[in-house]
């Protein structure tokens, strides 16, 4: 496993060894043991999460607030999508910005995103799914959104065309609205 860093440092692309051969591969998403060392510390997963999306689907900006804040393991399992982790500690010397990383099935990255920030991906091949590990359950009294397309954000989204949105997403806060952490 090789862990890269980002522009921030809570954040973490992990690419895993991948072993193949004209059979195919093999590779291990998930090791707890090396996972906690890459991040420097425990984190203890209670939820998975699977969705599909087509090509130009933004989903996004999500997060929620504590005590039900998460951390999420993301991966990209099947197709491709552009993904974004935005920090919304006040408290950091990041905070409102972002790291970004084109995630695959045939790059196998992954991205820790640890609570404390927004998340959010555009769907860049005709079909995506993402699986993510949460170290928090969802709870809907809690869940929060932000404008993908805020200003102040000034978000790079690779678009084509206009995204297709939920409607909560339709009806997301700007940054400056946002609930944030301390």
């Given amino acids: 496993m090789k862990i890269i860093d980002t522009a921030i440092a809570d954040v973490k692309i992990i690419e895993p060894a991948v072993f193949g051969d004209e059979r195919g591969f093999f590779f291990e998403s998930f090791n707890q043991k090396r996972f906690e060392e890459a991040i420097g510390r425990k984190v203890e997963f209670v939820q998975d999460n699977h969705s599909r ?81 949460t170290d928090n359950y969802w709870n809907a009294q809690s869940e929060r959104s932000i404008r993908w397309s805020d200003p102040t954000l000034d978000i790079p989204w690779p678009l084509q065309e206009k995204p297709i949105l939920s409607a909560k997403d339709q009806q997301a806060v700007l940054f400056s609205q946002a609930d944030t952490f301390a």
């Fill in 53 to 133: 999306s087509c090509k130009g689907v933004l989903r996004g900006l999500h997060y929620q607030l504590p005590p039900f804040a998460q951390g999420k393991l993301v991966r990209c399992c099947v197709g491709e999508v552009f993904d974004i982790a935005i920090d919304l500690r006040r408290s950091s010397r990041t905070f409102g910005q972002s790291v970004m990383a084109i995630l695959s099935a045939c790059n196998k990255q992954q991205l820790w995103i640890p609570p404390g920030f927004a998340h959010g991906f555009l769907t860049l091949s005709e079909v995506a799914e993402i699986q993510y590990k």
